[in-house]
Nanobody, 120 residues
């Protein structure tokens, strides 16, 4: 009923920048909070950042000051601007959305993930 499609991953040198996008489509009435997570090989999925429909944001300490989450409600899209990338930021990055469907059901929806690799 809802699809989240991430884009923007790739290979970047340490200290570089990358902007991830995640576009939601489907039977969407509105989207509440949107979040970014990542999962490195052999590690648990880690929450990174969240943004409410009103634009309030929260960040994990590991990315605070380096990453910025934003959203375009008209496009049902969330972004993650990543600056000052480090090799330890290498992971698969996932977006998540709390979606209110046109049927008025609320669901959790995940993207398929996009790989970000940071070389030293």
């Amino acid at each position: 009923q809802v699809q989240l499609v991430e884009s923007g991953g790739g290979l970047v040198q340490a200290g570089g920048t990358r902007r991830l996008s995640c576009a939601a489509s489907g039977s969407i009435f509105s989207i509440n909070a949107m979040r970014w997570y990542r999962q490195a090989p052999g590690k648990q999925r880690e929450w990174l950042a969240a943004i409410t429909s009103g634009g309030s944001t929260n960040y994990a300490d590991s990315v605070k000051g380096r990453f910025t989450i934003s959203r375009d409600n008209a496009k049902n899209t969330v972004y993650l601007q990543m600056n000052g990338l480090r090799p330890e930021d290498t992971a698969v990055y996932y977006c998540h959305a709390e979606v209110l469907l046109v049927s008025l059901a609320i669901i959790d929806s995940w993207g398929q993930g996009t790989q970000v690799s940071v070389s030293s």
